[in-house]
């Protein structure tokens, strides 16, 4: 009965053959004449329509190429997502049309995709650039057709055949109104934004074929499917106070049930759990050994998550164990593997994925409902025990697994850690792709490292703490009751934030560790998280209301004011100023650096003031900090005159050679040769060198001279001027100022003495 629906392909053959044009992000035309040169003639007027000239020319035709509209390139990546997840009847293009009934037109539908127990119905919307869009006539348009539609589909396949069908709004550059997105899940209908279609192309790139199981999970979470009804003759048995199985299964069966990721979410970040789960080489490697006849004799370990558990049905008992038939879940994502990966998602690489027939079976041990916690540990110490698994991927797996953890603590770690993952997924982000994960390479750009910035989110309560009641923080949405309602304010609040840096100091920002980069270093980083923890209570305050009570959109714009005058601070700064910042190392190094840079913003707004810039700007002195320069410069000289002196009474005229150690004469002479003797070599003579000649000529002539306190040995007494030399470095160094007000009275102090003695 195919008058039900209109231009459906099912051919592989034909499927390939549309599946190479549109996947590509291009259209291409030929345009033909009597001759080339009437050819590039007619080429060059489509020029003006957006038509590109490819390089390559024929006889009598040129070839014309031009990039697919926004609408067309998202029904096209979504049409070809779904060919590439291994679904076998699609749409053939946009004419697909479904016959509802006699009287009224055929309805167009953007993407169909049907597999053996599932049929996907897809409307796909956009716009050029992000912003908000009401979709509520496309949810009403949905819900007028949806019983027609789905009654004329059940037609054409017949009666016998039980399919679950869902529809599906894909969208692009759109920020779903909360109105519209309650109406679509509501009303069961499936949103697939920019980030979730880009996960469900990674995750396709990564697990080939196997990925179109996560996606089922996600559409028909928890739901029966009909085709899926699957029992295997098994063993039961304890271990450790756990019930367990162990059977044979197809993998193509196993993949059906299996994730190794979050099975609830279709965040960016875990994709990167697979990533760092899954290496691409291995499972090449693991699909060649099963095409060539290859075993694994050992147990694929897997976690079933059935809501009423499993249905054992007891043939024979055997001392402790039981022998019977297993009645698996029938519905997706219902099995977290807890050993096996490779193994099992290297077979979605094997010819064999494709094979109907194929009698491949793997060993299970499984595990019924295994509490969260239990099946983290299980994993940690299986995998931990394994040389090829690194520990700090055990660490970011396992804070993975908090997330679903009966500990509300544990839980909130893996808020933190969630959130810093996401950052990285998405496409908006500031940190998009630019963290140091366990299975990326380090480098300059890709510096930031989870722990890192985990760290710096806890230390500074923006989630909140525990004291011992939970206290929430403002990135926390309280008023949700979902942990992804705040896993969503804290993604906004903290984009929006570090991108005021990243626009800001642009050139900056991609340095990333590099020589000259400090904001977005590890350090860095931290240091502006403190700095937000402040004008986040700043902003509190002013408002008069909890931030964790309110949405992000109700406070991120007050972050301009603050942020600005610290961007145009270090917009023009020197490479000795941004120096200063990133020599500062350690939570000691952030907390100064906050500090100093929390002082700029004072500087435009006073009434931006928390305590410890409050109790900074006590300790410093600027204007003393000019008049110390001038002090040590008029001490310097002092000290140049009186040592030369003293030096020629003392040795004569091999006061040089005798009177000044040998490691200074060098550096004088390197440094002369460089300006080519414009000076004298005693010209070139610094401040710390006199403590050294003072302690080689010790003690006379200089104990009676050069000690400001007559206790202790000769570097005690000389000690100041290693003091000296240290605030010397700040008062001479723009970048490094102010001195503080104990430094500009210890300069005073020392001119006073050398005033007074060096007569």
Same mark, same amino acid.
């Given at each position: ?15 390939? =053959? ?50 697919? =509209? =926004? ?20 749409? @053939? ?9 006699? @009287? ?76 519209? *997105?309650? %109406? ?18 990674? +995750? ?110 007891? %043939? ?11 009645? +698996? ?36 041990? !499984? ?57 990285? !997924? ?48 403002? /990135? ?28 800001? /100091? ?8 590099? %020589? ?49 005058? *610290? ?77 030369? %002196?003293?030096?020629?009474? @003392? ?74 030399? =240290? ?33």
């Amino acid at each position: 009965m195919s008058e039900f629906l209109i231009n459906l392909v099912k051919d592989p053959d034909a499927i390939k =053959t549309i599946y190479r044009e549109r996947s590509k992000s291009y259209v291409e035309k030929t345009v033909s004449g009597k001759n080339i040169e009437i050819a590039q003639k007619k080429a060059e007027i489509e020029v003006g329509e957006g038509w590109e000239i490819l390089p390559r020319k024929f006889k009598k035709s040129v070839k014309l190429r031009k990039q697919k =509209t =926004t609408d067309v390139k998202l029904e096209d990546d979504i049409w070809s997502l779904l060919v590439r997840m291994g679904f076998d009847e699609f749409s @053939k293009d946009r004419n697909f049309k479904i016959v509802v009934n006699p @009287k009224t037109n055929p309805r167009q539908i953007d993407v169909f995709a049907k597999d053996d127990q599932t049929i996907l119905l897809i409307e796909c919307t956009c716009c050029e650039e992000r912003k908000e869009k009401d979709l509520n006539k496309l949810l009403e348009k949905i819900l007028s057709i949806r019983t027609d539609v789905f009654k004329s589909i059940s037609l054409h396949y017949g009666p016998e055949i039980k399919l679950k069908m869902r529809w599906i709004i894909a969208t692009r550059n759109i920020d779903w109104r909360p109105v519209d *997105l309650e %109406k679509a899940e509501a009303n069961n209908i499936v949103v697939l934004r920019d980030e979730e279609i880009e996960y469900y192309h990674k +995750l396709t790139t990564l697990l080939k074929k196997a990925a179109k199981y996560q996606l089922l999970a996600h559409i028909f979470a928890q739901e029966k499917i009909h085709e899926m009804e699957m029992k295997v003759p098994a063993t039961r048995g304890r271990m450790g106070g756990r019930i367990f199985y162990n059977f044979l299964i197809r993998p193509i069966d196993l993949l059906k049930m299996a994730y190794i990721s979050h099975r609830q979410s279709r965040d960016l970040e875990d994709y990167e759990t697979y990533q760092r789960m899954l290496k691409p080489i291995r499972l090449v490697s693991i699909a060649k050994y099963i095409d060539n006849g290859g075993q694994f004799p050992t147990n694929i370990v897997i976690n079933i998550k059935a809501k009423t558990g499993l249905r054992f049905d007891k %043939k024979e008992q055997i001392g402790e164990s039981s022998f019977g038939t297993l009645y +698996l879940p029938n519905h997706y994502a219902s099995a977290w593997v807890i050993d096996g990966q490779h193994r099992l998602y290297g077979f979605a690489y094997s010819k064999r994925m494709d094979e109907l027939q194929d009698k491949t079976t793997f060993p299970v041990l !499984a595990y019924d409902n295994l509490p969260p916690l239990e099946e983290a540990n299980l994993f940690v110490d299986v995998n931990s025990k394994q040389e090829p698994v690194k520990q700090n991927l055990i660490k970011e797996i396992y804070a993975n697994l908090k997330w679903v953890s009966e500990d509300e603590k544990e839980r909130l770690d893996a808020m933190r850690s969630r959130t810093v993952l996401r950052l990285n !997924a998405m496409a908006r982000s500031p940190f998009f792709e630019r963290l140091a994960l366990s299975n990326i390479t380090k480098t300059h750009e890709k510096c930031l490292t989870l722990t890192s910035f985990v760290d710096g989110l806890k230390e500074n309560r923006l989630f909140g703490e525990y004291t011992p009641i939970f206290k929430p923080g403002p /990135l926390f949405a309280t008023k949700e009751k979902k942990p992804e309602s705040t896993l969503e304010k804290a993604c906004d609040i903290l984009i929006y934030y570090f991108d005021l840096f990243k626009n800001g /100091l642009s050139q900056q920002w991609l340095l990333g560790d590099d %020589k000259g980069g400090f904001f977005f270093t590890n350090n860095g980083v931290r240091c502006l998280l403190v700095i937000l923890k402040e004008i986040l209570i700043d902003i509190e305050y002013k408002l008069d209301e909890d931030l964790d009570e309110l949405p992000a959109e109700a406070f991120i714009s007050c972050f301009d004011e603050y942020i600005d005058p *610290l961007v145009q601070h270090f917009k023009d700064s020197s490479p000795e100023f941004i120096e200063k910042f990133r020599k500062r190392q350690a939570l000691s190094g952030v907390n100064q650096n906050a500090t100093e840079m929390m002082s700029f913003i004072h500087s435009k707004m006073k009434d931006f003031c928390p305590d410890r810039v409050a109790k900074y700007l006590e300790t410093i002195d600027e204007i003393g900090t000019s008049e110390a320069r001038t002090l040590i410069d008029e001490i310097q000289m002092k000290m140049f005159d009186f040592v030369i %002196k003293k030096l020629k009474e @003392k040795h004569g005229e091999k006061w040089w050679y005798d009177g000044i150690p040998g490691t200074i004469r060098d550096g004088c002479a390197r440094k002369q040769e460089a300006e080519k003797g414009i000076k004298d070599k005693e010209q070139y003579l610094v401040l710390i060198d006199y403590k050294d000649i003072a302690e080689h000529n010790w003690p006379d002539p200089f104990e009676k001279y050069l000690s400001i306190t007559m206790d202790g040995g000769k570097k005690k007494k000389l000690s100041w001027i290693q003091e000296l030399n =240290t605030i010397r470095n700040i008062t001479h160094h723009v970048e490094k100022w102010p001195a503080t007000k104990d430094q500009v009275s210890f300069v005073k102090e020392v001119h006073n003495f050398i005033s007074n003695n060096l007569i």
